[in-house]
């Protein structure tokens, strides 16, 4: 496979290489080159030069659109492949990463070709007053440079996300992956290659977030920074982005919640909670990582649900019957083990998981049970922080304004999920909860029509629909004098 960094147009061998790890064995699966910040001066200029100067920024929205639509099936003609890489590299296991990850990849890079026309439309405002009569064309322009700065979690989806819309407005950008999971970015550098897009529209560039941050953040040929990731990392870019004023997206951490009424329909919110908070070991942002239940059926509740926690079955990310995979890395790993014994030191109860499991064949990889935990308080680090791994505090509660303190007693506000038989119950408290999005009686739908990003310390912009799509466009007003018979007032002004 591809194993080297893609600039303008080339794909570029360091001298120095980076081992990638497979988390289910802890071995090297990867030797791949990792770029500095020489490479970084290089990307950018290269994607400064196909905006300004090159084929990329002349192209007609038809010729844009045909190129994106390539790479979709691009993606699609090595589904098979990315499946299995993206599976190795991040423990997710197969099933997951064959009908969610990959195929979403791909739909995100057809739905923004083929929308690209209707929502880049430009707007014609008359302006009729008594001072003055004129017209404003609304012109939604690219940004120009975007740096795509992406997780480990789903390498390939988030990337997609952010590419599809970006180069569907226009921009070029330089994609960073994390050094943890470079490899389906790397297979996706081919794809685009193969796609043919001219030089310099796509760079991807595999490095260590530490060391190029910096000058990819705050060069001042940058227009744009697009990041997903965790508040720390966050704090930082924004900081780097301050010295040359950039535009950002920010989709940061969460801890949100799940909310089960009584009149819920239980095999639903149980099944439906069990997934919000343990796919992809349960190292999603949008994490329900919070549950709240209503006293009369919370006994109920915890019994069904940890049954069937205590069911999902760990095993190799390549076996297609495998449920749970194991964690990114070791350091993941020993978080969360010091979340879950901080928590039981604090009076926390574990009633299911709370370990890593017992198997021998699973003894070298970063595996973790299924962890349960109740007679947990709203004080404790592992209610408040965000853990990151396949842990739920499962909480009681009576009446809909205490769960609306609770749900909200949180300094993210990401997502939340409500179970409940009563849609207008679930209206009005979807309105009350503070999270950027809501889902009633599901979990974890994404759309490409449809705008997601979070609110307080879980960022803000959107990505996806249309909302999504325009934050990586920049609005321009061209005003035009239609002042009948006369001249506009600014001819009169000095009296000259
Ligand atoms: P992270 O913040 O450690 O890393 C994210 C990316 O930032 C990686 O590519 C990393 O190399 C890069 N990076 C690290 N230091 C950097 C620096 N100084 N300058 C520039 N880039 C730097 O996050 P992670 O551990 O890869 O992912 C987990 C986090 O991502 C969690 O907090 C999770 O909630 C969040 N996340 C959020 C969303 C969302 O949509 N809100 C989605 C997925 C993940």
């Given at each position: ?289 919070r ?48 979340y879950v014994?901080k928590a039981k030191a604090q009076g926390a ?24 935990l109740?007679q947990v308080l709203p004080s404790m680090a592992i209610f408040r922080e ?7 505090c499962?909480t ?101």
């Amino acid at each position: 496979m591809n194993t080297n960094l893609y600039i303008n147009g080339e794909f570029k061998e360091t001298p120095n290489k980076q081992d990638v790890i497979n988390p289910s064995t802890g071995e090297v699966i990867a030797k791949v080159s990792i770029a500095e910040n020489a490479e970084v001066e290089y990307a950018i200029k290269s994607a400064r030069n196909s905006i300004d100067y090159g084929l990329w920024g002349k192209l007609s929205l038809d010729e844009r659109k045909n190129f994106i639509l390539k790479i979709s099936q691009g993606i699609l003609d090595h589904a098979a492949e990315l499946a299995s890489l993206e599976s190795l590299n991040t423990g997710k296991p197969i099933k997951e990463t064959t009908f969610m990850d990959i195929p979403s990849s791909a739909a995100a890079f057809e739905y923004f070709a083929n929308n690209l026309e209707k929502y880049l439309v430009k707007e014609s405002i008359e302006i009729n007053s008594s001072i003055a009569k004129a017209q404003g064309n609304l012109i939604r322009e690219p940004q120009g440079v975007v740096v795509l700065i992406v997780p480990w979690n789903y390498p390939l989806l988030i990337a997609s996300w952010k590419m599809a819309q970006a180069l569907a407005a226009g921009n070029a950008v330089i994609l960073k992956p994390s050094s943890l999971t470079p490899l389906t970015a790397l297979i996706l550098a081919k794809i685009v290659n193969d796609a043919g897009l001219p030089a310099g529209a796509v760079n991807i560039l595999n490095a260590d977030g530490d060391t190029v941050g910096k000058t990819l953040c705050s060069d001042k040929r940058v227009d744009m920074v697009s990041f997903t990731g965790s508040n720390a990392v966050g704090k930082k870019i924004m900081e780097y982005a301050s010295s040359n004023v950039k535009k950002l997206i920010m989709e940061l951490g969460g801890k949100s919640a799940g909310i089960v009424f009584k009149d819920a329909d239980l095999e639903s919110a149980v099944n439906g909670c069990l997934c919000s908070i343990f796919l992809n070991q349960g190292q999603m942002c949008t994490a329900m990582s919070r549950i709240f239940v209503q006293d009369e059926i919370y006994d109920n509740f915890i019994n069904n649900f940890s049954a069937k926690a205590a069911r999902i079955k760990l095993g190799k990310p390549e076996d297609f019957e495998t449920q749970m995979g194991p964690l990114m890395s070791r350091p993941q790993l020993e978080k969360v083990i010091s979340y879950v014994q901080k928590a039981k030191a604090q009076g926390a109860k574990i009633v299911c998981g709370g370990k890593a499991p017992d198997g021998a064949s699973l003894k070298q990889g970063f595996f973790f049970e299924p962890t349960v935990l109740t007679q947990v308080l709203p004080s404790m680090a592992i209610f408040r922080e965000e853990v990151f791994g396949p842990v739920v505090c499962i909480t009681k509660f009576s009446a809909i304004e205490e769960v609306i303190k609770l749900a909200n007693a949180s300094d993210f506000a990401l997502a939340a999920s409500i179970w409940t038989k009563d849609s207008t119950k679930a209206q009005h408290l979807a309105a009350q909860i503070n999270a950027g999005t809501v889902w009633i009686n599901t979990y974890g739908m994404f759309f490409n029509e449809l705008p997601y990003g979070g609110f307080k310390q879980s960022g803000f912009g959107k990505e996806l629909g249309k909302e999504g799509f325009l934050e990586y466009t920049r609005l321009k007003n061209v005003i035009t004098d239609k002042t009948q018979d006369s001249k506009p007032l600014v001819n009169y002004w000095y009296g000259f």
